[in-house]
Structures are given as structure tokens and as C-alpha cells.
């Protein structure tokens, strides 16, 4: 399928299907990037992330980034299944800014 090459052999998890589309996350395509290597206009609070590596993603722009967590007990997580939670970067950010979650509960 031309245009959609980033899908070859991804393992997606599936976040949301409706009537406008399909939003998930690739999980196997790791960059040799960490977020301390990219220029963001994201929002500042990314530098918390610094250490963290990025993943390939497809194609929602390029100020589209989602975290996985394990973590429940974050304000304003989102279920994907049992012990496996996804939220925007924004979010998570304030977490650890707050002290209520560490950089490394994020992926």
C-alpha cells in the first residue's frame, strides 16, 4: 500500500475505532532516538521525558505523541486492557512534574 510503508510488519495496539478512523500505537519500531534528541514544540515539560526512547509512530503528524503506563492511578488514564493504560504526553508530564509518577512509568 503506497504511503502506508511505517505499517509493514508493525504490532499496533488498537486504542480507538469509530466511524472517522483507527488511532493505536506501534509497539515494535524503537528509534535510536531519545526525546532529549528531538526539537519539540510539544510543550516544555517534554524535558522530563529526556531519557525516555521514542517509537515509531504512523502517520497523526508530528506533534501527535501517546504514552503507555501501567499505571492506574494517574489522573485521567485511559484503559486500553487490564494493567495497560494510554495518555497524552501532556498528561504524563504533569504527573512527573508533580511527583505523582516517574519518567520511567511512561513509554
Known sequence: M???A???QSVILLLDHG???SYGIILNRPTQ???SQIKSTVHELLALFSE???YMG???GDTAMVVLTHRSDIE??????EGVYH???HGAALAVAAGKAEPSDFR
Open 2 to 4: 503506497p504511503g502506508f
Open 6 to 8: 511505517q505499517f509493514l
Open 19 to 21: 466511524p472517522d478512523g
Open 33 to 35: 532516538y531519545k526525546v
Open 52 to 54: 525516555n526512547r521514542l
Open 58 to 60: 504512523g502517520d497523526c
Open 76 to 81: 485521567a488514564v485511559t484503559e486500553v486492557t
Open 87 to 89: 495518555h497524552n504526553v
